[in-house]
Structure formats: structure tokens, C-alpha cells
């Protein structure tokens, strides 16, 4: 039987203990208060929206969920290497590791005396920015195609598909709009190390980078639940 995908820990648990540890959460509240918002992102307006997803007939399709078709046999081998593939691929943008030159550019492993232009944290945040909007692009795409090929699976995988597609309607907004905050809470944590002796901005760059891959897995849980409904149907 088809699972709902459930999106249990959404809050990102990981990401919240280390911007809780970042930004000394015990005195400055933001990492709570990030974890509030997170938890508020289904409102009314959501609940009705999904409510109606769940109780539409499984052949009545949004614009945004096509229409059945034959899938070949090993669709969800091929769609299982394709999210490896962009986990892999944005894993390794955020890493730097076995990336090209302007990757590592973004985030290098270490750097003997630091550049003046990266003692500037707003050279930082949009690094990060740039990275997230890396992540929303290539997950927003691998999830369409996912959700095409669960379609086509069965009526009620269809109807997955649909809920999933109206999830990310009323959620995404909330969710980038959330995501986009983490940016600037890193901004006290980057003052306080280059206050600091010895190699500061490579124990930045390393906290950002932890932050980030922790951002990654929020970001690919729909994906995983996705997947994981393709290899039951």
C-alpha cells in the first residue's frame, strides 16, 4: 500500500543543533526561534489544500502531476541512480571535493593566510545563497520527474504524486523563506572566530560547510520519500 510521505523531523534536527551551537542558541534564542517558525509552516490555508488533495479522486490530476503512461521496467533503477546522482553532485558543490576549480573556489579546504576579500562575511553569504539556490534548482527538477513516474504507477501512487506536488506548493514558499534566515545567522559566529588567533576561516568555512550538507538533507527528504514510494508501486 502507498505511504504518505511523511515529512517527521522536517525541522531539521541536525541543522537546529548546529545553529544552536553556532550562534549560542542559549543566550540569543535565534536557533528556537528558527525551530518555531519551522514547526507553524502548516497553517490553515495548508491544511484545507491538503485536505482536498487527499480527498480528490486518484484520476483527477493537477496540471502539475501528469497524466499515466507506460514507464519502462527499470524506471525507478534509473530515477534511484538519478537522485544519487544530484545528491552526489551537490554534496560535492558544497565539499568541494573532486569538484572543478570554481568549486573549489566556493569552498576551499584550506588556504595557508586568508584572502582579504573573505574576511568580508557578505563574500560568505552569498556563497551560501548561491549554494542553496543550486540545491532548490536541481531537487525542484529530480522531484518533478519523480513525481511523473509515480503517475504512472497506480491510482493511489498517483494520488502520492498529486499530494506531494500540492506539499510543495503550500510548503515551498515556507520553506525557502526559513532556509533563507541561516544565511545571516551565521554572521556572529563568523565575527567571533576572526576576533579570534590562529586559522579562524577555515573553522568557519568548515561550520558553514557542516551547516550547509545538514540544509541538504532537509531539502532531500521529499525526495527520498518519493523514491522510496517508486520501489514499493
Known amino acids: 500500500m502507498t505511504q504518505v510521505p511523511q515529512r517527521t523531523g522536517f525541522s531539521g534536527p541536525k541543522l537546529l543543533r548546529l545553529l544552536a551551537r553556532l550562534t549560542d542558541a542559549g543566550t540569543s534564542g535565534a536557533a528556537p526561534s528558527l525551530s518555531a517558525v519551522m514547526s ?3 497553517g490553515w490555508t495548508d491544511a484545507i489544500a491538503l485536505s482536498t488533495a487527499l480527498s480528490t479522486p486518484p484520476g483527477s490530476h493537477s496540471a502539475d502531476v501528469p497524466s499515466r503512461a507506460p514507464v519502462r521496467g527499470n524506471a525507478s ?6 537522485g544519487t546522482h544530484v545528491r552526489n553532485m ?5 565539499t568541494g571535493q573532486g569538484a572543478s576549480s570554481d568549486s573549489r573556489r566556493r569552498m576551499p579546504a584550506r588556504q595557508i ?3 582579504p576579500v573573505d574576511v568580508d562575511f557578505a563574500v ?3 556563497r551560501y545563497i548561491t549554494l542553496q539556490m543550486q540545491m532548490e534548482r536541481e531537487i525542484a527538477g529530480l522531484r518533478a520527474r519523480l513525481r511523473t513516474a509515480l503517475a504512472s504507477k497506480s491510482p493511489q501512487a498517483a494520488r502520492l504524486a498529486m499530494l ?13 523563506a526559513v532556509l533563507a534566515a541561516v544565511p545571516g545567522m551565521l554572521e556572529p559566529h ?3 572566530l576572526r576576533g579570534a588567533e590562529g586559522a579562524w576561516l577555515n573553522v568557519f568555512r568548515s561550520d558553514m560547510q557542516s551547516v550547509l550538507l545538514a540544509e541538504l538533507e532537509i531539502r532531500f527528504q521529499p525526495v527520498d520519500a518519493l523514491l522510496a514510494a517508486l520501489r514499493e508501486n
Open 40 to 42: 507553524r509552516w502548516l
Open 77 to 82: 533503477v534509473n530515477l534511484d541512480a538519478a
Open 90 to 94: 551537490l554534496t560535492v558543490a558544497i
Open 113 to 115: 593566510a586568508p584572502d
Open 124 to 126: 560568505h553569504r552569498q
Open 164 to 176: 506531494d506536488s500540492v506539499m510543495e506548493q503550500v510548503l515551498g514558499a515556507r520553506e525557502q
Open 190 to 192: 563568523f565575527t567571533r
